[in-house]
T-cell receptor, first 115, second 113 residues
Framework: AQSVTQLGSHVSVSEGALVLLRCNYS??????LFWYVQYPNQGLQLLLK??????LVKGINGFEAEFKKSETSFHLTKPSAHMSDAAEYFC?????????????FGTGTRLQVTL | DAGITQSPRHKVTETGTPVTLRCHQT?????MYWYRQDPGHGLRLIHY???????DKGEVSDGYSVSRSKTEDFLLTLESATSSQTSVYFC????????????FGPGTRLTVT
């Protein structure tokens, strides 16, 4: 079975500072990995995904993540935080089992951006 | 945006009453999912569907049932609502492209009093 651990339920950064949100996963098979963002009172929006190939993936809004198999990590970064980045971020791993692919989510990290 | 709508968006109901939540998609996606979101738990899979009339349980299926009579609609029913089912419920879909990302609806906030 797969699982996802997000270190830090709350992260606070200053506007313009580096954003680093941590995600570690466990999976018995090669995983597909995702980051989603959720703004208040909204659904989840896909930020970026890793399936195969290049391990550094770029997403929307200037975010990127690097798949490191040896560390079983998929940390999310953004060089310079903006106030509009304040939201909750979820890391997820997908593995196909039986009849469908299923996502397993981490518990989320709430990002606060301060002036 | 996979064109997913959920209804109702908000509902307050009493313990013991039946409740049905509806998910409607316009993308002709084969797979549909119901999740609940609770603080400290992230999103947890309740049930999913891999085709019309084909459904299966997720990790937190007790107290819930689902039905899918048409590709575009996936219904989640709480037969007898309990306070522990107070949550935000999200529907998601995915096609058969093989990359497995899911597209989410806007959610339904359910309060059971």
């Amino acid at each position: 079975a797969q699982s996802v651990t997000q270190l830090g339920s709350h992260v606070s950064v200053s506007e313009g500072a580096l954003v680093l949100l941590r995600c570690n996963y466990s999976s018995s098979v090669p995983p597909y990995l995702f980051w989603y963002v959720q703004y208040p009172n909204q659904g989840l929006q896909l930020l970026l995904k890793y399936t195969t190939g290049a391990t550094l993936v770029k997403g929307i809004n200037g975010f990127e993540a690097e798949f490191k198999k040896s560390e079983t990590s998929f940390h999310l970064t953004k060089p310079s935080a903006h106030m509009s980045d304040a939201a909750e971020y979820f890391c997820a791993v997908s593995v196909r089992t039986g009849t469908a692919s299923k996502l397993t989510f981490g518990t989320g990290t709430r990002l606060q951006v301060t002036l | 945006d996979a064109g997913i709508t959920q209804s109702p968006r908000h509902k307050v109901t009493e313990t013991g009453t039946p409740v049905t939540l509806r998910c409607h998609q316009t993308e002709n996606h084969r797979y549909m999912y119901w999740y609940r979101q609770d603080p400290g738990h992230g999103l947890r899979l309740i049930h999913y569907s891999y085709g019309v009339k084909d459904t299966d349980k997720g990790e937190v299926s007790d107290g819930y049932s689902v039905s899918r009579s048409k590709t575009e609609d996936f219904l989640l029913t709480l037969e007898s609502a309990t306070s522990s089912q107070t949550s935000v419920y999200f529907c998601a879909t995915t096609g058969t492209g093989g990359t497995y990302e899911q597209y989410f609806g806007p959610g339904t906030r359910l309060t059971v009093t």
